[in-house]
């Protein structure tokens, strides 16, 4: 499978913990996105990577959440002391930039997190 | 600010007919705009995307139309089937960062 692979698909988890979610895009993309969806919502974009730069993260970003792309390939994202608002589909992207040129950005299938 | 938006929250067709699904976008500089569909419980799925260079571009029983004079895009589906039942996304790479920015969608439900 080339597609973009997010683990795990689901998460439940107690208020308080922290959780991780990891995300393998397509290896030739040098973007990464993570997104969040609330139901009945569009996509919610959280922060972005090129290559292993974080270059960009939205203002739902809260300290609680960090995101790491070290070798420029897969992504984690960390969900510190977890609160209920927390619980959403965490979604993933990858496309790439070339030469000033945007291409598509696949979405994985995401990760569902509920917090109890 | 930039926005996307999406017209009509949901649309209701009969199998068979064809679907035309709107979008309207705020940034007038906007030169990439794709579509997505998304099933319940499932990721966006890549459809179809269009430049800005372009009006039109066809795919696999979709078109998609772009009105930059009035920044409105569409998305025909023809024949619409019972597995093009999802919710809808139009999803503009915004500002400099050319990050993808979605709106609502639109929920398609077709009638057998």
């Known amino acids: 499978d080339t597609g973009v692979s997010q683990n795990p698909r689901h998460k439940i988890t107690k208020r308080g913990q922290n959780v991780t979610f990891r995300c393998d895009p397509i290896?030739?993309?040098?973007?990464l996105y993570w997104y969040r969806q609330t139901l009945g919502q569009g996509p919610e974009f959280l922060t972005y990577?090129?290559?292993?730069?974080?270059?960009?993260k939205s203002r739902l970003l809260s300290d609680r959440f960090s995101a790491e792309r070290p070798k420029g390939s897969f992504s984690t994202l960390e969900i510190q002391r977890t609160e209920q608002g927390d619980s959403a589909m965490y979604l993933c992207?990858?496309?790439?930039?070339?030469?000033?040129?945007?291409?598509?950005?696949?979405f994985g299938q995401g990760t569902r997190l509920t917090v109890v | 600010g930039e926005s996307v938006g999406l017209h009509l929250p949901t649309l209701s067709v009969q199998e068979g007919d064809n679907s035309i699904i709107n979008c309207a976008y705020s940034?007038?500089?906007?030169?990439?705009f794709i579509w997505y569909k998304q099933e319940s419980g499932k990721g966006p799925q890549f459809i179809i995307d269009?430049?800005?260079?372009?009006d039109k571009r066809q795919g696999q029983r979709v078109t998609v139309l772009l009105n930059k004079t009035v920044k409105h895009l569409s998305l025909q589906i023809a024949a619409t089937q019972p597995g093009d039942s999802a919710v809808y996304f139009c999803?503009?790479?915004?500002?400099?960062?050319?990050?993808?920015?979605f709106g609502r969608g639109t929920s398609l439900i077709v009638h057998p």
């Open positions: 992207a990858s496309s790439s930039l070339l030469m000033g040129q945007l291409t598509e950005a696949f």
């Open positions: 290896s030739e993309h040098n973007r």
């Open positions: 990577f090129q290559n292993e730069a974080q270059l960009e």
């Open positions: 940034n007038s500089a906007s030169d990439y």
């Open positions: 269009i430049r800005s260079n372009m």
């Open positions: 999803a503009n790479p915004a500002g400099g960062s050319y990050i993808p920015t």
